[in-house]
Structure formats: C-alpha cells, structure tokens
C-alpha cells in the first residue's frame, strides 16, 4: 500500500513539472537596486525645472516627477537604453559643498549628458535639475562628489503609451515604467493576431514599427533591463488615435 502511494505521488510530481504554468515558479525576482558607488554631479537647465525635455523623448510626459530628474554621462546613457532607470544619491563632500541633513534625493534618468568632460567615457556622472541639485549640494559649489545606487522606480498607475505617427509609420513612448524603469525590448500585437511583432528603438524610450496597427485593439509586452516582462493586454480600443496616451499594466 505504502509503495502504492509513494508511486502515485511520484507520478503526481512529474505531471506537474511538465505543465506549461509551472513555468511560474522560473519567474524573475523584483528588481531591487545595485551597490553604492562613487561618481560626480553637475546641474543644468533653468531653476523652474524647464529646458530639460532630453535625449530619452519624455518631452510633454514627466510632469509627474516634478523636476526630480538627471542627464547620464554616457557610460550610463548607453545608446538610450538608460532612459527611465532611478538613482538615489547622496552629497559626499565637505559642508561648504553639501547641504547639512539632506541624506539623499531620488531622481528619473530623462537626458543625456552633453559629451565632453566629466561626461566622456568612462565616468559615470549626474547632471541635475538644478532644483534636485539644490536639495543636496549648495549652488556655489557647482559640482559635487555624490554616493549613489539604482533602485527601483515607484511610480503612481501603470505604464504609459503615447502613439504618435501616421497609418504607415507608428512611434509609441513607452514612459512611467516602474521596476527598472529602463526597457529593452517592446512589443506589440492587434486584437485575433497570433504573433507578437517587435518594436525597433527610434531614440531614447521612443520606439517605432512600420506594421499596419489601426483599427486595432492593441497589446503592448514590455521588457526591462532585468529580465522581466509585463504584459498589457487590450490597452487600447479598435479607434484609438494618434497623439494620445494609453495605461497599460504597470512593474511591481
């Protein structure tokens, strides 16, 4: 009897591992952040946070983050695919350059830092907004040694699409992607279609496809930089049009 049941459970066992859905339990991790690390920043653009629509294509997009924002150096730009990625940081230099109590902001990666300088290859380096440099460093100083980190963006509803283009030509902003923020591979598929067609990277976080994809209800795949995917199913009706935004499903 006992030898019965232990074969059962085995059999049990084995036709559970081959199911598709036990794939489930292979799920990645939710992004949590990497190491401190040394590097330097800078500010620019205008104190009221304006002048600052970027390399990464948010223009019109990131009111949200309310000015708490940075340009990469190139070495974390990477081509674009630095876009969305958040960074807490820390002033680490003396009191006549850093504000006193002021433990750390968190900002949005939105720009690229112009080339030269403290932003060539291989430094890694922060341009501010002058308002999120303000909250950690005196303006005086103009360049602050700073400790930072990537950590997970905690961002409010889900991810945003914003379409633009013509019936022969489609560029969709993917932004407000929380998790790693930064995305590395998008798809899209109409409503009754099997295959998922894939996005090319235009610049920055905007991508592009040349597939018919009006009158269709579309579902876009997101993939950030650590591997996971979220998937948002039907984000838009079959009239949707250009120039407006959609909210898909957001990282958690």
């Known amino acids: 009897m006992a030898s019965s049941l232990k074969a059962l459970l085995t059999l049990v066992v084995v036709v559970v591992l081959l199911q598709p859905w036990s794939c489930v339990y292979a799920r990645r991790p939710r992004f949590v952040g990497g190491p401190w690390k040394n590097a330097h920043a800078t500010f620019y653009g205008a104190g009221d946070g304006?002048?600052?629509?970027?390399?990464?294509?948010?223009?019109?997009?990131?009111?949200?983050?309310?000015?708490?924002?940075?340009?990469?150096?190139?070495?974390?730009?990477?081509?674009?695919?630095?876009?969305?990625s958040c960074y807490e940081l820390k002033c680490d230099g003396d009191v006549s350059s850093c504000k006193v109590g002021q433990p750390s902001i968190f900002v949005t990666a939105t720009d690229q830092c112009p080339p030269g300088g403290w932003c060539n290859p291989p430094l890694e380096h922060f341009d501010l907004a002058e308002l999120a440099f303000l909250q950690i460093a005196e303006y005086k100083a103009g360049i602050v040694p700073v400790q930072y980190r990537r950590v997970p963006c905690q961002r409010q509803g889900?991810?945003?699409?914003t379409i633009e283009g013509n019936p022969n030509f489609n560029l969709v902003t993917v932004w407000n992607v929380g998790g790693a923020g930064d995305i590395t591979n998008v798809q899209v598929k109409g409503d009754n279609e099997v295959s998922w067609i894939p996005l090319r990277r235009n610049?920055?976080?905007?991508w592009e496809t040349d597939a018919t994809l009006v009158g269709k209800a579309l579902s876009f795949r997101v993939t950030t930089s650590d591997g996971r995917s979220s998937v948002s199913r039907h984000v838009t009706p079959q009239n949707w049009q250009f120039g407006q935004s959609y909210e898909g499903k957001n990282f958690r």
Do not use: H, P
């Open 203 to 206: 610049w920055g976080q905007k």
């Open 158 to 161: 889900g991810v945003r699409f």
């Open 50 to 84: 304006t002048g600052r629509t970027g390399a990464c294509g948010y223009s019109g997009t990131n009111q949200d983050l309310k000015f708490q924002t940075t340009a990469l150096s190139n070495a974390l730009f990477i081509n674009g695919q630095g876009c969305g």
